[in-house]
Structure formats: C-alpha cells, structure tokens
C-alpha cells in the first residue's frame, strides 16, 4: 500500500515596496538666460525677492540666482551672460513642464490683466469652477498661471479638503465640473463636522458647582 508522502508547506513572500514620501514642493529650478532678464521678471514683475545668488556648483559657467515666491520656498534660475532671451513656445510633449501656478490674492488677482498690459505682454484669463487663472509667459517662453480660489477655508481646514469635499459633491450630483455650488456645500459640511466634536467636548463637561 502507497503511502501519501505530506508535502512541505510553501510560504509565500510578498516584499512590499515602501514609497518616498514628500512633504511639499522644496523648490523648482529654470533654464534663464541673463541675469538681469531674471531679476527683471522674477523679482520686477512677479515682486519675488532676490535672496542670494551664487555660482552654479553643477556648472562653474552659470551663475545661481534664488527667489523667494513668499511661501518659504524657492524659485531659482541658472544664467549665464553669453545667452539672450529665448521667447520661443515651449513644447507640450509628454514629459515637458506644461505650466508653473503661482497663488495670488484676490485684489491682486483683480489688477494682473491691467499690469500686463501697461507691459504689452500677452496672456488669457479663465474661470476654472473653483479658481481664476490668467495665463501668460515669461521672456524664455515657459507658460505661468496666477491662480485665486474663490473661497477662503475656515480656520483649521485646507484648501485641498475643500476641494477633495466639493470633488464628492459634484460626483453625487454627475455634474460636469467642480463650482461655487459644490464648494460652497463642501465648506458648509465641514464646518459642521468641525462643530459636532465641539459640541460633543462641551456636554461632557463637568458643570462648576
């Protein structure tokens, strides 16, 4: 009589991979051509301070120039004074930096069409449902957006919880797009979210005799 010989039991291994996870924009780096056409844009244009300057260590023929666009991050540019302004369209391939958004305030969002054209530079203005955006580009063709969002989040909410609510909302209601109707129902169930624990804290407390 054949005996079953008992297989030895297999331990299957999944490795997981562990993401890198970022914490933010550190800062993002352009291709300039001089360094006076940077400081004219960057920081006469857009009012970014110049913070320093310094040689480019990965290229001794640059020089490094570093703006602050006031969230305590960095916009920094390489030049070099043997090139001219390049204003020639960028390519939209895949792989290529469509545009930089930076944020603005909303009276300054009201004046941007007007300080472009007392400078004769070119741009479009749209309504994005939850932002406005006007479109233009620098003096070497790379594309930038002013960006304003409609709403201001109460305190101890996000601006992306807001738009991560109003997401649901408008997906609820198989609408086209995000828009003031969905924010604003986003904004108002968030702060009642925020109220409930509030309330709940308040009834367990003991009363002062």
Known sequence: MNRLTPQPSRTIVIRVMK????????HITLVGSTRQSAIDFWEGLLGMPLLFEQPNLGRPEENHLYFDPGDGRLITVFTNEQRQDDPTEHPRGVGHLEHIAFSVSRATQTQVAKRLEERAIPFKAFDRGFMDSIYFSDSNGLRLELACYKFVAPEGVRE????????AIRLKAEAHHITDEHVADAIEELMREQAVP?????????RAT
């Open 198 to 206: 509030a309330s709940a804290t308040a009834k367990r407390e003991p």
């Open 19 to 26: 993401r890198i996870q970022v914490q933010g924009v550190h």
């Open 160 to 167: 992306t919880d807001i738009l991560r609510r109003a997401h």
